[in-house]
């Protein structure tokens, strides 16, 4: 069992900077991947970014050079840097991890980010 904790959320002004973080907390897991979903109103939640516990990681194109995923895998915590905040980046935004082997999934609770134009 495994619970996500997010944080970091709030409004900004477009062009501004938030940095989300991810703490994962339980017992008997261990992780495969640990990443940041989001879903604006009325649309799909879509990958952000994943981050692997060897540190491989993959972007969506949308946020390609604006975000940075990171982790600390001693504290089971990820964060996301994002940077250039655009509009379009408005969503409600969730921590994912999947687990080893198991490859069990598991949701945050969600922060939201608003950004102003």
């Known amino acids: 069992q495994v619970q996500l904790v997010e944080s970091g959320g709030g409004l900004v002004q477009a062009g501004g900077s938030l940095r989300l973080s991810c703490a994962a907390s339980?017992?008997?897991?261990?992780?495969?991947?640990m990443g940041w979903y989001r879903q604006a109103p009325g649309k799909q939640r879509e990958l952000v970014a994943i981050?692997?516990?060897?540190?491989?990681?993959n972007y969506a194109d949308s946020v390609k050079g604006r975000f940075t995923i990171s982790g600390d895998n001693a504290k089971n915590t990820v964060f996301l840097q994002m940077n250039s905040l655009k509009p379009e980046d408005t969503a409600v935004y969730y921590c994912?991890?999947?687990?080893?082997?198991?490859?069990?999934?598991?949701w945050g609770q969600g922060t939201q980010v608003t950004v102003s134009s």
């Open positions: 994912n991890l999947i687990t080893r082997i198991s490859l069990t999934t598991y």
């Open positions: 981050i692997s516990s060897g540190g491989k990681i």
């Open positions: 339980g017992s008997g897991f261990s992780i495969d991947t």
